[in-house]
């Protein structure tokens, strides 16, 4: 099972952090990826918060490459951040990992922020393909105030070959994943976590129902769906199409993947638009088994499982500082002075949602609405 | 010269011509005459024959030869009274004395168009291979990465909708208060859509069926329905219903179903007024997977009483329904007319959508349907479906096989991304070798909303003895050995109505039990596997491109 970590707090803090609570929840064999996303930068970027930040990897010509792209669209380098690399026995060092910040081309600087977001996906799109073929270019995240950082390795490794433990690289929300039980040549996309237009997700567990929903994002005509190496990149995508396309209010997450049975909708105060929902977004119902960790442009968290709760999850923490564990162990690193007693582990109906800048921790219930 | 065929018999045809041979055993016979009685075809007979016996009764060999009379069972070499193979025959013998057994080396197709009739036939294609869709696989097993679904301990779903489905982004749903509300200022049509057990009784006439076989098949889903809780659904097929069932509450189990002939649809309109309930849904009939390009056909000795007056025609005629609807002339036309003219009839309150025969042609009708918001699905019945009456030529060798059909169906509708508007239904052939569920699972995975089925039920509830070696299939005559197909009195009472209830219930419960145990293991549980074609593999690789599914050896 995949570990997942993620940390929402009203301070900056630094990966290391989710990097050792995914140590405590380390069981068996592990090692074929981390990935991590941080929002609400701090250290040298909190200045640059209204700036894209494209995150990568690429070779030294896919540099080149994606520098004559960037610039002939009209971007403007403003700062490029680049992990310290320390090497480590077993992780192959790829030539350039990068966090680059840009200023918009001129005639975007004035436009809507739907606009620039979709400049912004769609050049992420382009880079993408230029660098697919040879991996010379691979992109992760091209979105202001968001860093993306991946590589096949045990976290901890990692955390050692990117010097993150001595790094002034911090966060106010920062998702980890260690993958664990899975194959070492994995293509870089299919690493956790996902993002998309200012929404983010990780999971762990088998998504059995990926094909239907694969098919259906895709044949939503909009171009950031795409990809899908990994099985779990469409909990994100169903995250953004509901909220975002959709314009649902985030609760609805939970309808869409978890749909209540009839029976259930009546007892709902909004069962008339619940019922056509049911019906119309079938085909992104999921089964499980899933523990979902997400947040959301204004940086919102949340967690939810599949409809049996077949997979453990657990947030706790104080006001301030919340933890999203998919194991009890993760709080205990995170938040060890917290009150146990006050943890919250979701079951099949529940949504966990702790408002922005971890002010409060509410749980939604499926069945009440 | 004259022929010397009055002397040996040429031009006459042996019994070895015909594709049951009736295995008579003189020593265990006790000459009760059941066999004979019960024959549908009248194939066997009792004959006398003079028999030559050497007998020595002498205390010494006194070899003498005598002459005796003997009765046996006799089979005929008529071609019109040719042994059925039905075996009711070895049902009601007493000893074990008779049984039909075929014959592969028959010449029956050269022969059977006498007075220049072509073969004409109830039943099924006769092809006793395997389908395509039981060389399908379920190969995804999720149960060994992650926590295994429990068949037996975990809730299921196994539930469909009927009709059609809007899109998210077309619903009329505004946000209030956090919460999304439905905008009933936009006067938007909301297409009526009904919940479904997802295997539907496919479309099985009153008049094709006896009165206790409908009978028994009415009362095995009201019973489902009403104490089982599970929604399942039967197609009237044409001809209408009885009066009291029209009036009755029950109405909603049942899908009326309109084809060529319009066959009791009068009664029907009559009974409008007096309905209180919504029928189900509405089927237009525009072709029959097992014989395309045939209208539906009633014989003449099957218009009895009862179903001439559900129908509203005189008693003893031929019922042939045109190939095609005669008032229609072009599919935007059939489209267009029909399905807003029923949906109307019922005030838009009722799914209205058409069954065509499995063809090339199907992605034309479908795309024409997806463009009307009034169509509320596709059935698309594949050549191994069943039919009361039909050519042989056209069971044979017409139509198209269900499952590259469907899918080619489904996968065009994901590149419209419509694949959850319009409910793709398939027929023809599930269940034909026994295997109800694993066939009915692989179309879903192959994109199907729900299937629909007939022989399987006939087979497996009323013990229907039809099959692919041609084994009776005489419903067109209303000679049915199990009174499945006829009108019969003395023949369909010998179908307990009770009985076929009783197993239709017991179908049902088995399937549910087998689909979850086909789910659970590939992680599916609360929605139907639709278009999960990853979980579905082939030992054929011709198969597997066609159907865009993996290949496994």
Partial sequence: MCRLAAITSNEYFSPVENIAALETMKEGHDGSGMGLILKTLGGEFEELKDYPILSGICSKDGLHTLDDYLHKLGFKLKYAWTPRINPVRGITPRDYYFARVYDYPDVYKDRSLDE??????????????????????????????????????????????????????????????????????????????????????????????????????????????????????????????????????????????????????????????????????????????????????????????????????AVGGIKGKYGLMSEECGLDSVVPKRDKSQDIFPMKYDMVIIKPGAEEVMVWNQLHG | MEPASRLDHNHELAIKDFPYIVRWRDDRCKRCGRCTAVCPMLSIEPTVVVKRAVQSEGPAPEPKTIRYTATHIKQTTNIDRYCIGCGTCMLVCPNEAIEPEYNPQHKFNFHKNKGGHPYRRGGRRNDPNPSTLDRLRFTRISMLTDPALDAGRHEFRIRTYLGRILPADELPVTIVNGRLEVDKTTGKFMPPVREIYPLMIGSMSIGALSPTMWEGLAMGITYLNEVEGM???????????????????????????????????????????????????????????????????????????????????????????????????????????????????????????????????????????????????????????????AYNVSMDTMGHPIASNLRECYLDLIKQGKQNQLPLIAAGGIGKKGNLASNAAALFMLGASAVSVGKYIMQAAAGCFGDEMNRCNVCNLGKCPRGITTQDPKLYRRLDPDVVAERVVEVYKSLDVELKKIFAPMGRSMELPIGMSDGISTDDPAIAERLQISYVC
């Fill in chain 2, 231 to 389: 929604p399942v659904v039967m197609c009237s097929g044409e001809g209408g219903m009885p009066h009291r069932l029209l009036k009755s509450r029950f109405l909603k189990y049942f899908i009326p179903q309109i084809a060529s002939g319009y066959f009791g649809w009068d009664e029907i309109v009559r009974a409008l007024p007096h309905m209180v309930e919504d029928p189900c849904a509405i089927e237009i009939k525009y072709g029959q997977g097992a014989k395309p390009g045939d209208g539906g056909l009633l014989m003449a000795h099957k218009v009895l009483k009862l179903i001439s007056e559900i129908r509203g025609v005189p008693m003893g005629v031929d019922l042939p329904s045109p190939p095609t609807h005669q008032t229609q002339y072009s599919i935007e036309e059939s489209v267009a007319k029909m399905i807003l003219s029923m949906s109307m009839a019922w005030g838009f309150r009722v799914p209205v959508y058409p069954k065509i025969s499995g063809s090339k042609t199907a992605k034309a009708v479908l795309n024409n349907l997806v463009r009307n918001p009034y169509a509320a699905g596709l059935s698309i019945d594949g050549e191994d479906g069943g039919t009361g009456a």
């Fill in chain 1, 116 to 313: 620039k977001e979709d400049l912004l996906l769609q050049t992420r799109l382009s880079l993408r393909k230029l660098g697919e073929n040879d991996e010379s270019i691979i992109v992760f995240s091209f979105y202001p105030d968001i860093l993306t950082l991946k590589e096949v390795g045990d976290p901890l490794q990692l955390c050692e070959f990117f010097g993150l433990d001595n790094s002034p690289l911090k966060a106010k929300i920062i998702l980890a994943q260690g993958r664990q039980n899975t194959n070492y040549a994995i293509n870089m996309y299919a690493c956790h976590p996902f993002f998309i237009q200012g929404y983010g997700s990780m999971t762990n567990g088998e998504n059995t129902a990926f094909l239907p929903i694969r098919e259906f994002l895709t044949s939503r005509n909009f171009p950031g769906y795409l990809g899908y190496n990994s099985d779990s990149e469409v909990f994100c995508h169903i995250l953004h199409y509901t909220c975002k396309q959709l314009g649902y209010p985030l609760t609805y997450y939970k309808d869409v993947i978890t749909p209540l049975k009839p029976e259930e909708i009546d007892m709902r105060p909004d069962s008339e638009a619940l019922r056509l929902l049911k019906m119309s977004l079938r085909p992104l119902c999921i089964d499980g088994p899933n523990c979902v960790i997400a947040f959301t442009p204004d940086g919102t968290c949340l967690m939810v499982q599949d409809a049996k709760k077949l997979r453990p999850g």
